[in-house]
């Protein structure tokens, strides 16, 4: 009878730790599934019909001037900049997932509210909750894929997985730009904007499907809210090596991202036709996801990062000189392309520096921190820029270039930084 308990024990270790492999393999596959289902998401999210005709949508059917369009734009990164740090601690403090969930349906309702009326008051709504939207899920979506690669043990393909993030997202914006030029033509430029509903609803629906990878990492339950919120403020304060990285990030990102509220009135300056405007933000959206692509491959295989971050810096503000001396439709729109395309993609060469210096409990907030940062900027230069184009675009274009470049040859990075 011993020796038949001793086989019946045995068998049961066997068994629990046969059913213990069996668990951790679906658990793998559910991880694996997060990262094609990230894809697909953000191939949906990136429908933003109304990204070719954007300026029409507020000059035309808002009836604003390019000033009230830039104070707009300042109030929503102010609401981000609000909203970023509590967002980033509900996505630690409460799940990722959730983080995922709210802000993707917030986005949704936010278009409608958008398209519903057009006054600057249902404006500024559907600003905050466009804002709420992009806070729940800036940071939080970098820390849900780095951590769902840290369980699956490949947390250097970080950046090459945050590239093809952008790139589906591109693509989804590029289908969709001519889409909604056609429908703001023979409809209603507010539809197009109202439509923007049906693919937030389809990311929310993909995104309750996803598995949390954070739940069993170590962390303090104890932590209260707080807590969690002061710990992205302390942990950026104190490492100085992500200070830096952040800030250096944050700032030429800013600057180039005026490009997209003024590459139109660029080309309208220069006659180009409003028919074709969303053919140039397809163009756009292609350029990025080749950058986008390119980047993890070329940082890979280069050594000396420190100089390949200067001179991949210095081209974006050489582009903006360029496009405020040369008024030529062949020359500007190749222009256009550069400075979006090296723009754009530099952050990438940063995301797995940053990520290294973050602890995996506070991931998303001290992200959503950094994020706040760059929200802080482009609201303070919103109506500096507006009045700016409004005075002189070309000029406008010449600082821009030039402070780009001035903070690439000051730039305190180290090649071990990154």
């Known amino acids: 009878m011993s020796e038949l308990k001793e086989f019946t024990r045995e068998e049961l270790v066997e068994s629990s730790l046969e059913l213990e492999r069996k668990d951790n393999y679906i658990n793998l596959n559910k991880w694996r599934a997060n990262i094609w289902k990230s894809y697909l998401i953000h191939f949906i999210e990136g429908f933003h019909l109304i990204s070719g005709i954007l300026l029409p949508f507020f000059l ?3 009836r604003l001037t390019f000033v009230e369009i830039m104070f707009l734009q300042s109030y929503f990164t102010v609401m981000i900049l609000v909203f970023e740090i509590p967002c980033g601690a509900i996505a630690d403090y409460i799940s990722r997932k959730f983080s995922l969930i709210l802000g993707t349906l917030a986005t949704a309702f936010a278009a409608l509210v958008y398209g519903s009326y057009p006054n600057i008051f249902i404006f500024t709504i559907g600003e905050t909750l466009w804002a709420f939207g992009a806070a729940l899920t800036s940071g939080t979506d970098t820390a849900f894929t780095y951590d769902t690669l840290r369980k699956l043990g490949r947390e250097d393909d970080v950046s090459k997985v945050i590239a093809r993030n952008r790139s589906f997202s591109l693509l989804g914006i590029a289908i969709s730009a001519p889409i909604g030029s056609i429908i703001g033509a023979y409809f209603s430029l507010n539809l197009v904007m109202s439509l923007i509903f049906v693919p937030f609803i389809i990311a929310t629906l993909i995104s309750l499907t996803l598995k949390e990878p954070n739940h069993d990492l170590e962390r303090k339950k104890a932590d209260k809210y707080f807590t969690v919120v002061k710990s992205g403020f302390t942990e950026l ?11 250096e990030m944050v700032i030429t990102e800013s600057l180039v991202f005026f490009l997209i509220w003024t590459y139109q009135v660029y080309l309208e300056a220069l006659s180009f036709q409003l028919i074709f405007f969303g053919f140039v933000s397809t163009l756009m959206t ?5 950058f986008n692509n390119i980047v993890p491959t070329l940082e890979n295989k280069i050594h000396n990062k420190r100089k390949f971050l200067k001179c991949y810096t210095i081209i974006p503000g050489i582009g903006f000189i360029l496009m405020a001396l040369i008024h030529f439709i062949p020359v500007s729109i190749p222009l256009i392309l550069i400075v979006i395309g090296f723009g754009f993609s530099r952050s990438l060469i940063f995301v797995k520096g940053i990520n290294l210096q973050i602890e995996s409990e506070n991931r998303a907030t001290v992200i959503s921190t950094v994020n706040m940062f760059a929200s802080f900027i482009r609201a303070i230069l919103y109506p500096l820029v507006g009045y700016l184009v409004m005075w002189n675009l070309s000029i406008t274009f010449i600082l821009l270039g030039a402070i780009i470049i001035i903070f690439a ?3 305190r990075i180290k090649n071990e930084y990154l």
Not at 237 to 247: E, F, G, Q, S
């Open 286 to 290: 292609l350029v990025q996801i080749f």
């Open 237 to 247: 304060t104190n490492n100085k090596i992500l200070r830096i990285l952040a800030v």
């Open 409 to 411: 040859l000051l730039s």
């Open 60 to 62: 035309t059917w808002g």
